[in-house]
């Protein structure tokens, strides 16, 4: 009975180390994406400073009309831009994380 014990104590230490390190590597990757999301915002905002003169979206190098986003996230920066125009919170601002981050 003790040996059964020992062992199932062994599995329970053993299973705790292996959550610590997952939960470890998530904070690390949530650290990551939340600064990705901080430098792209500052991009954007940036851009977006450059860029109301005219109205039209240009990419880094500054070709009118030219963005280096896909289509669909071009669609979705619009709807961020669009909603920080209009003073919307913090909180509605993230459509990928309604779509699961795709």
Same mark, same amino acid.
């Given at each position: 009975m003790r040996d059964r @014990?020992?062992?199932?104590? $062994? !599995?329970? !230490? ?5 959550? &610590? =390190? ?5 904070? &690390?990757?949530q650290m990551r994406v ?5 430098r792209l915002d500052a991009?954007?905002?940036? =851009?977006?400073?450059? *860029?109301?003169?005219? *109205? $039209?979206? &240009?990419? $880094? ?7 280096? @986003? ?7 920066? =619009?709807?961020?831009?669009?909603? !920080? !125009? $209009? ?5 509605? @601002? ?6 699961? *981050? =795709?």
């Amino acid at each position: 009975m003790r040996d059964r @014990l020992d062992a199932m104590e $062994r !599995r329970i !230490r053993h299973v705790e180390e292996d959550w &610590t =390190e997952v939960y470890n590597k998530f904070r &690390t990757l949530q650290m990551r994406v939340a600064k990705q999301v901080q430098r792209l915002d500052a991009n954007s905002s940036q =851009e977006e400073q450059r *860029g109301e003169g005219d *109205g $039209r979206q &240009t990419s $880094r190098d500054g070709v009118p009309g030219a963005s280096s @986003l896909s289509p669909r996230m071009q669609r979705i920066q =619009e709807q961020i831009l669009e909603r !920080r !125009r $209009r003073g919307a919170p913090a909180e509605s @601002l993230s459509p990928l994380a309604k779509q699961g *981050g =795709e």
